[in-house]
Nanobody, 118 residues
Framework: QVKLVESGGGLVQPGGSLRLSCAAS????????MSWYRQVLRKERELVAR????????NYAAAVKGRFTISRDNAKNTVYLQMNGLNAEDTAVYYC???????????WGQGTQVTVSS
Protein backbone atom coordinates (compact mmCIF):
# COMPACT_ATOMS: atom_id res chain seq x y z
CA GLN A 1 0.00 0.00 0.00
CA VAL A 2 1.00 3.62 -0.44
CA LYS A 3 3.00 4.96 2.45
CA LEU A 4 4.67 8.31 3.07
CA VAL A 5 6.88 8.75 6.13
CA GLU A 6 8.32 12.15 7.02
CA SER A 7 11.35 12.72 9.21
CA GLY A 8 13.83 15.44 10.08
CA GLY A 9 11.67 17.84 12.05
CA GLY A 10 12.71 19.31 15.37
CA LEU A 11 13.55 22.43 17.30
CA VAL A 12 15.83 24.97 15.64
CA GLN A 13 16.88 28.51 16.46
CA PRO A 14 15.86 31.44 14.24
CA GLY A 15 18.16 31.64 11.25
CA GLY A 16 18.91 27.94 11.41
CA SER A 17 18.37 25.13 8.93
CA LEU A 18 16.65 21.78 8.77
CA ARG A 19 16.24 19.16 6.08
CA LEU A 20 13.02 17.20 5.99
CA SER A 21 12.76 13.84 4.26
CA CYS A 22 9.74 11.93 3.03
CA ALA A 23 10.27 8.26 2.24
CA ALA A 24 7.68 6.87 -0.15
CA SER A 25 6.68 3.30 -0.89
CA UNK A 26 3.91 1.33 -2.59
CA UNK A 27 3.77 3.22 -5.88
CA UNK A 28 5.89 4.20 -8.89
CA UNK A 29 7.46 7.17 -7.18
CA UNK A 30 9.13 8.75 -10.21
CA UNK A 31 5.83 9.00 -12.05
CA UNK A 32 4.21 11.31 -9.50
CA UNK A 33 4.68 14.91 -8.56
CA MET A 34 5.22 15.37 -4.84
CA SER A 35 4.71 18.28 -2.52
CA TRP A 36 5.27 19.61 0.98
CA TYR A 37 2.52 21.32 2.93
CA ARG A 38 2.48 22.80 6.39
CA GLN A 39 -0.18 23.48 8.95
CA VAL A 40 -0.33 25.67 12.01
CA LEU A 41 -2.88 24.81 14.67
CA ARG A 42 -6.39 26.01 13.78
CA LYS A 43 -5.28 27.18 10.34
CA GLU A 44 -5.67 25.59 6.94
CA ARG A 45 -2.92 23.44 5.54
CA GLU A 46 -0.90 25.43 3.01
CA LEU A 47 1.28 24.43 0.09
CA VAL A 48 4.98 25.04 0.65
CA ALA A 49 6.57 23.53 -2.44
CA ARG A 50 5.95 20.98 -5.17
CA UNK A 51 8.21 19.10 -7.55
CA UNK A 52 7.56 17.19 -10.75
CA UNK A 53 8.12 13.47 -11.08
CA UNK A 54 11.54 13.79 -12.65
CA UNK A 55 12.47 16.73 -10.48
CA UNK A 56 12.90 19.17 -13.34
CA UNK A 57 10.12 21.56 -12.29
CA UNK A 58 9.53 22.98 -8.84
CA ASN A 59 7.30 25.70 -7.41
CA TYR A 60 7.32 27.49 -4.08
CA ALA A 61 5.02 29.51 -1.92
CA ALA A 62 5.99 33.17 -1.80
CA ALA A 63 6.70 32.94 1.93
CA VAL A 64 9.49 30.39 1.46
CA LYS A 65 10.89 31.20 -1.98
CA GLY A 66 14.62 31.74 -1.82
CA ARG A 67 14.91 30.03 1.58
CA PHE A 68 13.52 26.52 0.99
CA THR A 69 14.52 24.01 -1.67
CA ILE A 70 12.52 20.94 -2.65
CA SER A 71 14.36 18.04 -4.28
CA ARG A 72 13.93 14.34 -4.83
CA ASP A 73 16.03 11.22 -5.23
CA ASN A 74 14.00 8.80 -7.31
CA ALA A 75 16.52 6.02 -6.73
CA LYS A 76 15.73 6.29 -3.01
CA ASN A 77 12.01 7.06 -3.40
CA THR A 78 12.52 10.11 -1.24
CA VAL A 79 11.59 13.77 -1.48
CA TYR A 80 13.39 16.41 0.57
CA LEU A 81 12.76 19.90 1.82
CA GLN A 82 15.87 21.88 2.68
CA MET A 83 14.87 24.81 4.88
CA ASN A 84 17.29 27.66 5.48
CA GLY A 85 16.87 30.98 7.22
CA LEU A 86 14.08 29.65 9.40
CA ASN A 87 11.96 32.04 11.41
CA ALA A 88 9.13 31.71 13.91
CA GLU A 89 6.51 31.91 11.14
CA ASP A 90 7.86 28.64 9.75
CA THR A 91 6.81 26.79 12.90
CA ALA A 92 4.26 24.19 11.80
CA VAL A 93 3.65 20.52 11.17
CA TYR A 94 5.07 19.68 7.75
CA TYR A 95 3.44 17.04 5.58
CA CYS A 96 4.42 15.46 2.32
CA UNK A 97 1.74 14.58 -0.18
CA UNK A 98 1.36 12.94 -3.55
CA UNK A 99 0.61 16.01 -5.64
CA UNK A 100 -0.98 13.92 -8.36
CA UNK A 101 -3.58 11.36 -7.35
CA UNK A 102 -2.90 7.65 -7.31
CA UNK A 103 -6.05 5.86 -8.54
CA UNK A 104 -7.96 9.01 -7.65
CA UNK A 105 -6.55 9.35 -4.14
CA UNK A 106 -4.14 11.91 -2.74
CA UNK A 107 -1.96 10.45 -0.02
CA TRP A 108 -0.47 12.28 2.96
CA GLY A 109 2.25 11.43 5.40
CA GLN A 110 1.74 11.65 9.15
CA GLY A 111 3.60 14.94 9.47
CA THR A 112 6.72 16.12 11.26
CA GLN A 113 6.84 19.04 13.68
CA VAL A 114 9.16 21.95 13.00
CA THR A 115 9.56 24.49 15.78
CA VAL A 116 11.63 27.63 15.33
CA SER A 117 12.38 29.25 18.65
CA SER A 118 15.23 30.71 20.64
Amino acid sequence: QVKLVESGGGLVQPGGSLRLSCAASGFAFDMYAMSWYRQVLRKERELVARISGRGSISNYAAAVKGRFTISRDNAKNTVYLQMNGLNAEDTAVYYCKTETPIAGIYYWGQGTQVTVSS
